[in-house]
């Protein structure tokens, strides 16, 4: 059946139009008509059709090319057939130039038109049945929301559908921007903890007092503010996932409390006497190496190695290179629905520019990139230009004037607070521009006393 | 049901006497032959000699008597439409009136000598596939269903006088659905 092709034909003559219609009509298509440029329009905006005839001249209003134009606009995908009783070399080439796919001069030889339909459906078909095959590979590449093809990350797939239904800890090290959430998010929804919580505490974010009080919680009147007895994340996240984020940050002493929870699997809320059992399946990450901080003395050896029962190294994208073009196709998909805007896909250039970009913030960064480029795009396709901003990032292996005799810590102080003053004390944005995420961007904060703005 | 033929200008004998013959057997319906109409003035194309099937086709059922189900209207004259340069014929599809062109079936149309034979096989074709859109059958993909789109005769030729299996199950359920009575004839079955 070839109902569920449709085609317009569009001519100011009802006598074309109605027996054209009607000959197409019995190979089974869905023909509308349309009498003018204007109402063939109307009609495309209301349906795609898969094909358009539109006749050449059609006094008054628009003509057959200018229509093409505009419907082109909103339907690039638009297989149009200009037909004309009146052929012209200027016209064909206007014609051809514009997008048609085609140029009949009329009467045409019923074979003529008939093959060039079926042609037509042919390749629509093809294309369809493309789409159709390449959001199936695409399905393979996704495993909850991560998309990958890399081994590597295949490897990380099958120990995460492996682990998902066992009790011990995960430790989930990688750069900023890797996934190391979305990973964590993965091994608790792929298991059968899925349908209890999974919670999320970022470390680095809270002072010592406070991130205690997050995890353990603590009893009414057990320090100055405690009005209310409150339950700590431990206790929230009983049957299912507590995910510590940015572990590596944490003091020695909340280190020896959390060892001591992962020995004794309970805990007490501060301030309280009852004894609370620890219930939920404890999944840290950290982009520190903390083998090399465990060696230097700032991260306890013992702790380490309970964290480290299974552990998952997510490598940045810089050594998966061969995820960016899919990464670059599923971030432009879902970024021009969120934005509004009709880009479709990157060109050969651009790609190759991300493709050769270090990505210091890994896919963080680049999803950042992609919305950057497509908030500022015009046409369907990011070009190089897009990205002009990476060539001047100071990520870049630009040429940069580093002044030599200031310390390290001043000048990560210093970035951190232009960033903020850039980003008018939006902490967000301020993450976004230092390529690092919030949680991080909370730590240095602290580290180097910046009060936080409300 | 009752089959109207109503031919424009004259048409021989033989050539109404196939049409006929076939179509009471194939539909199992009733025939009444019309007086001949002139063609319409309106539908001649003087610049291409050719006359608009459409145009044509209106009359025919503008002339159509109320109890007759279907109209076949035959002509000896070569039909185009606007769009192409010509058609073999044209129908309502799922309508009432359908139109066949006797022209270009001919084999002397193609500078051959004339043959009785392979003309009525095409006219028997070509009657069967416009009367089946009027029963509402598209074109077939299978090429030898007389409902398969030829765009020449040499299509024409390569097709049978009977439906496929599966528009004669399309083409019986239609008439059944129209309440027209109907036998499928043995040669289908």
Redesign the interface.
Known sequence: MNSHWKILVVDDEIAMRESLAAWLREDGYTVDTAASGREALERARQTAYDIYFIDLKMPPGINGIETMIELRRFQPDATVVVVTAYATVDTAISAMKEGAQEYMVKPCNPEEVSAFVARVIKLKNLQRENLYLRKKLSRQYTFQDIISKSPRMHEIFELVRAITSQRSTVLIQGESGTGKELIARAIHHAGDRSARPFVGVSCAALAETLLESELFGHEKGSFTGAIARKRGKFEVAAGGSIFLDEIGDISPKLQMDLLRVLQERKFFRLGGTDEIAMEARVIAATNRNLQEAVEAGTFRDDLFYRLNVINIRIPPLRERREDIPLLVEHFIGRLAIETGKPVREVSRGALKLLMDHEWPGNVRELENALERAIVTAHGEVLEVDNFDFLASSPHRHQPWEVPGDVPLSELEQRAVMAALERSDGNIKAAAIALGVDRSTLYAKLKKYGVPRRN | MLLCLQPFELIAEPELGAMERFAAHRFACGIRRLEALPLPDVALDRR?DQF????VLRTALAACPDDAARVLAVTERDL????????FG????DGKAALLSLARLRPEFHGLAPNQELLRARIRKETLHELG?TFGL??CTDAGCAMA?S??VAGIDAKQDALCDDCAVRLEDRIATLGLRSVRPRSEA
């Open positions: 291409r608009d099937a459409t145009e185009c439409i606007p769009m192409l340069t010509f058609v044209q129908a309502q599809l859109h598209f074109h789109l765009v020449n």
